[in-house]
């Protein structure tokens, strides 16, 4: 009888909660990385389309950076699990799970899966200063004095890291580049701009607007073909097109919450994103910067669980192939 009584207890505070929710108590977003980069801007943006359908919400976004984004991760982990702590990452949930030998969380256990908030393609990208102004160029350059140059990326496990090491390994590099870690592409490409590094690979999210301003220099694009609907990032070869076979990189975001966040509040969070995916405003902010807005079946929770499954299966044997460019 008492465990009865503590049950519907339990019962009526879920369902006062998922009421209330979100109440006066801000969502916080987590990005995994430094504010200004291309994580980050998805958060921040999500947030303010959420915000026209999530009654009373008010969205904060928390950068908790370092090591790849596992920290962050981490940290949402292990938080409350009431729907004011979420995380927002990339294909670092599934890169990391093959990069890293011991994580403080488990990707497929430990998070409540909200769903998936685009697709966004990379772009090679190098210091203004180069010598060289088209891929082929470049890749000679690169294969002549890689062992001198250095590229930057977020940390074991970002986007900027994975497809550094997964180039490298495509143009089989005789030498490996020196890699230059960094909270996040944000301070990378401020580093880059300056020719303080001299290359990196990241979404476009991030380098749309440095290529058009002439602040650093583009060679490629990572998807399997060129991206012909965007007006600037139309003319740069696609990786395959210049002779990597296979080579395809498409970095994803996605939402979590904590293990046991009541099913309605996430319910809400869901209804409430999946708006956001189709808010005049948030799609063209989106597809300005190269970003492809996702539209199938993970926006929801089952489809965005099913593809990082998918995902960690694909990319573990990419990454041991890769892995002897990894320091
Ligand atoms: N673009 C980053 C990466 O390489 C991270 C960031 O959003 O700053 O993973």
Redesign the pocket.
Same mark, same amino acid.
């Given at each position: 009888m008492k465990r009865l009584l503590v049950l519907a207890a339990a019962s009526v505070a879920l369902f006062a909660q998922a009421q209330t929710y979100p109440g006066t108590k801000p969502i916080t977003l987590v990005v995994p990385? /430094?504010a200004g $980069?291309?994580?980050?801007l998805v958060a921040r943006q999500l947030g303010e389309a959420m915000r026209k359908t999530l009654p009373g919400s008010n969205f904060v976004v928390e950068n908790v950076n370092g090591a790849g $984004?596992t920290i962050g991760a981490t940290k949402v982990a292990k938080a409350a699990p009431d729907g004011h702590t979420l995380l927002v990452w +990339?294909i $670092?949930m599934a890169a990391t799970a093959g990069l890293y030998r011991k994580l403080q969380y488990k990707p497929l256990e430990d998070f409540e899966y909200l769903g998936m908030i685009n697709d966004v393609p990379m772009t090679l990208i190098g210091k203004p200063q180069l010598p060289a102004n088209t891929y082929r160029d470049f890749e000679n350059y690169i294969r002549a004095n890689g062992g001198a140059l250095n590229i930057a +990326?977020?940390g074991l496990g @970002? /986007? @900027? +890291?994975l497809c550094g090491l997964m180039w490298q390994s495509a143009v089989n590099a005789k030498e490996a580049m020196t890699t230059i870690p960094f909270n $996040?592409?944000?301070p990378a490409m401020t580093a880059l701009m300056g020719g303080q590094v001299d290359l990196m690979c990241?979404?476009t999210t991030?380098t749309t607007q440095q290529i058009e301003a002439g602040r650093v220099k583009a060679f490629a694009v990572t998807t399997a073909g060129r991206l012909n609907n965007h007006k600037l990032l139309k003319d740069y070869p696609s990786l395959q097109e210049m002779g990597l076979k296979g080579f395809n990189l498409t970095v994803w975001h996605g939402m979590y919450a904590p293990k046991g966040t009541p099913p309605a509040v996430l319910k809400q969070l869901n209804e409430a994103m999946k708006a956001a995916l189709k808010d005049p405003e948030f799609l063209k902010r989106q597809e300005a910067l190269g970003a492809v807005v996702v539209t199938d079946k993970r926006v929801d929770p089952e489809g965005h669980k099913a593809f990082v499954t998918a995902e960690i299966a694909k990319l573990k044997p990419a990454i041991e192939a890769a892995g002897k460019f990894a320091d």
């Open positions: 990385f /430094a $980069g291309p994580t980050d $984004g +990339h $670092g +990326h977020a @970002s /986007a @900027s +890291h $996040g592409t944000a990241d979404q991030n």
